[in-house]
């Protein structure tokens, strides 16, 4: 009961309502999750972030995206309407090719209504973000009267003792600088027109000033700022206060509407009513049909809207929940700081403010509360609200802005954390997972991989990314939005094709490694299965602990180099089970023993990686494979020679034969130094050993990046993060055999080759390390025909190398042993 009353104090009934109506779970039983652990169902399944780049889509391409990923293992997408390229914020590309497809332009709704009768054929779920751009809330259909506002002022210093008559300056309006007016070039500050006044108020100047001696003068000025007041004897300094809109706008914009978008009013439940309305009406007019089935979630992105620290309301507000006047206060606050009001007067800026008046620490703290409190009522659960009643659910990343993220957390049908691919540790964001275990929020997403160019640069690989995603997994995360899978409208002849500028990492149906890292996806829908069970107990150092009706499930992860650890699990009484998520396997453990309180199990487990240990209440009715002791050891190199087929992503097929294994980078042949794409390893293995009472392994040592295995025809697996070694027990048979290793590398080598080469289109804006853009679509590509500079192979927006950047190791390095392993 008094958690209930904490709550009802911070939010208002109606938020209450939402969520008690929480739907109810029922976790799955181990006997259906065993079934399907090696090939998870649908709901289990990674999703996307798709970002549409300004005009450039193609319902061609979206039929070819969405089957992409049906077939990859993905689960879904996220619609992003942003900008032709991207660095900071909104960078276009010059030159695109249907500049005719505005956003929400008859062949954008037409695009929109053929993603979701596509998007059903193939069982995937939609979801849009609430806003062009990635952040935050708002569009075109935004005036400046509906937008974000700040509280601004105007200061005149006058002699009192006698009857005044001025005219009071109207304050300066604001200017926005956001992320594009740092870094766009011939930007232009979008300057506010919209104004209203507030009050007027009068502080003596002098010293020892209290609040109570704060004069208000409102009523004295009329409309056209002038003042008339019989003002007492000394020096006064007289602030008029008004508001006007910060001009915050949704960011990166798609091209046609760049400086024709603003950030809805946070704190206005009228204006969020209308901003959510004018978003979700026209698409119920023209995808109606799909709301809830297909169709079944609104976005928000983590908050990058700047400063709002006033609306209409917002006097009557404050008054209504802290029972006082702010007004004198903000005055009393001005004065005593001796400077103009800033316009960031809000949680930013109060946070840090130290004064000498402890009475304004406690005013400060107040109004922090009252703008959380109005973002939440007024703003975000209005969205909440109003998605419901369109049969759609709210996403939302509640971080980073002038509002509790416990509250937002709280408030979202789903809420999202994010991680970048560049983390070495995966932080536990402990308002989220606070307010997701005392609400039994089950599911928390993941804005997954987001990539700096400083790092995702077509280099990134299932191996690389491995310890990000467990890292995630184990700081409570459980359903993975993969950022990103851009779209691609143009055909097959341009790869990698369209980026989301310079930001990583690159998933699409473009990638090198698309086919064998569908390998990578079940990976994340297996570990996605099992943390979606149950409730969530606690993160402890590398150890993620869930509990069902019917086991504990623990996930761990080594982070660190060494094999044989022994791991301590708080369980006592029943027989652990080892649920492999890299291979999908169920088995027992070959050494584990009880004392005390505890389970004590040794895992050999190489770096970065991870291991389910499930702990049923009772035996399951599922297969689970034996534990064995390995007795002895036996090794047979395999040397070739190596019949080698490479087949390039965008060259024609060529063969060598390697007398032994080598790195590609350091080849003399620019055929080699330079590939990118799937190679074909061919050799015959003449196995020494008899299998019986033993298991056999393949190691291939090291390679970069991916590998696939066939023996004698048949397909073994895949290989997509170290060590690189599998069970071939049921495959290899004494005698010769056919071995067949296809090795996948990633787009950098190929994209330093062009390098060698002039280019045939203009260069953009050039960043350093960082890359460099293509400028704009080049006329040869426009018209289809022919590539000027034949050397060059690739084709995409943002470039990150140069003709003397160093080349990405590649291929298969060997050595390659066939382990024979006596077991009992």
């Not at 007492?232 to 914009?253: N, S, V």
């Not at 064998?516 to 402890?540: D, S, V």
């Not at 020494?688 to 009472?693: C, E, L, R, T, Y």
């Not at 997509?720 to 950098?748: C, F, H, M, Q, S």
């Amino acid at each position: 009961m008094k958690r209930l009353y904490i709550f009802l104090i911070i939010f208002n009934f109606q938020f209450l309502i939402f969520n008690s109506s929480a739907q109810s779970y029922t976790p799955e039983t181990l006997k259906s999750l065993a079934g399907k652990f090696e090939h998870p169902s649908d709901e289990y399944r990674p999703h996307v972030w798709w970002h549409w780049l300004g005009s450039n889509f193609s319902k061609s391409g979206i039929t070819a995206d969405l089957e992409a990923m049906k077939e990859a293992g993905i689960g879904g997408a996220t619609i992003f309407n942003i900008a032709s390229s991207v660095q900071e914020s909104h960078f276009p590309m010059e030159n695109n090719p249907w500049p005719e497809q505005t956003f929400r332009s008859e062949a954008w709704w037409d695009a929109i209504e053929h993603t979701m009768k596509e998007a059903r054929r193939l069982g995937l779920k939609i979801g849009l973000h609430g806003t062009p751009g990635y952040a935050t809330t708002g569009g075109p259909w935004i005036p400046e009267e509906r937008g974000m506002k700040a509280i601004i002022s105007s200061k005149t210093e006058v002699e009192g003792g006698r009857l005044l008559q001025i005219a009071l300056p109207k304050p300066e309006m604001p200017e926005f600088t956001g992320y594009d007016s740092l870094y766009t070039p011939g930007y232009k500050p979008w300057k506010a027109s919209f104004y209203r006044d507030i009050s007027v108020m009068a502080v003596p100047d002098r010293a020892n000033v209290s609040v109570n001696d704060v004069v208000e003068l409102s009523g004295m000025m009329d409309a056209d700022g002038r003042l008339t007041w019989q003002a007492p004897a000394g020096k006064w300094l007289i602030y008029r206060y008004g508001y006007a809109p910060t001009m915050a706008h949704p960011h990166p914009l798609p091209d046609d509407i760049i400086g024709k978008a603003l950030e809805v009013d946070k704190m206005s439940r009228e204006d969020n009513i209308y901003h959510w309305q004018h978003l979700l009406e026209p698409l119920k007019q023209h995808i109606g049909e799909y709301f809830g089935d297909t169709f079944v979630y609104i976005w928000v992105d983590s908050y990058e809207s700047g400063y709002q620290n006033w609306t209409p309301a917002f006097r009557e507000d404050f008054i209504r929940l802290k029972g006082y006047d702010p007004l004198p206060w903000i005055a009393f606050y001005q004065f005593e700081n001796k400077k103009e009001l800033e316009h960031k007067f809000n949680a930013w800026t109060n946070a840090n403010f130290e004064s000498k008046l402890p009475e304004f620490k406690t005013f400060l703290q107040d109004y922090d509360e009252v703008v959380n409190r109005l973002f939440m009522d007024n703003g975000f659960a209005v969205a909440r609200e109003m998605l419901h009643e369109y049969g759609l659910k709210l996403y939302w990343e509640p971080y980073w802005g002038p509002f509790s993220t416990y509250q937002g957390t709280v408030l979202a049908d789903i809420p999202v954390d994010e991680f970048w691919s560049s983390q070495d540790t995966v932080y536990v964001n402990s308002q989220i997972m606070r307010a997701a275990v005392e609400y039994d929020k089950r599911i928390i997403g993941a804005e997954a991989f987001t990539g700096a160019p400083s790092v995702s640069r077509y280099t990134e690989d299932p191996a690389f990314l491995k310890h990000v995603a467990d890292g995630g997994f184990a700081s409570g995360k459980n359903l993975f939005f993969l950022h990103h899978w851009v779209h691609q409208p143009f055909d097959e002849r341009y790869q990698p094709g369209m980026g989301m500028g310079w930001w990583g990492t690159h998933f699409s149906r473009f990638q090198t490694w698309f086919e064998p890292g569908k390998a990578f996806f079940t990976y994340l829908a297996r570990c996605q299965m099992l943390l979606q069970q149950g409730t969530y107990i606690r993160e402890n150092a590398y150890l993620t602990h869930r509990r069902t009706p019917e086991a504990d499930i623990f996930f761990v992860i080594n982070p660190e180099n060494g094999v044989q650890k022994t791991y301590a699990f708080p369980v006592k009484e029943r027989v652990p089970e080892l649920w492999d998520a890299y291979i999908g396997k169920i088995s027992e453990p070959t050494n584990w023993r009880q004392k005390g309180d505890s389970t004590y199990i040794d895992l050999n487990l190489e770096k970065d990686c991870s291991m389910f240990v499930v702990f049923p209440f009772k035996k399951g009715d599922y297969p689970v494979l034996p534990a064995y002791h390995v007795v002895n050891q036996t090794v047979q190199n395999i040397t070739g020679p190596w019949n080698v087929s490479f087949e390039p992503k965008l060259d024609k097929p060529f063969s060598r034969k390697f007398t032994q294994l080598t790195d590609w980078s350091k080849s003399s042949d620019p055929k080699i130094k330079y590939f990118s794409g799937t190679a074909r390893y061919e050799t015959t293995l003449n196995s020494k050993f008899k299998i019986q009472n033993s298991k056999l392994f393949l190691d291939f040592g090291d390679l970069q990046d991916i590998a696939e295995l066939e023996i004698n025809g048949e397909k073994v697996g895949v290989l997509w993060a170290p060590p690189y070694k599998i069970d071939v027990t049921r495959w290899i048979k004494e005698g010769n055999n056919k071995l067949v290793i296809y090795i996948t590398n990633n787009w950098a080598n190929r994209l330093i080759g062009d390098e060698q080469y002039p280019a045939d289109f203009e260069w953009g804006t050039d960043r350093g390390e960082e890359g460099r853009a293509m400028k704009a679509f080049p006329d040869w590509f426009l018209k289809n025909r022919p590539r000027p500079e034949k050397g060059r192979k690739t084709f995409n927006v943002w470039y990150y190398y140069r003709k003397n950047s160093p080349l990405q190791p590649a291929g298969l390095f060997g050595p390659v042993r066939l382990i024979k392993e006596e077991i009992k």
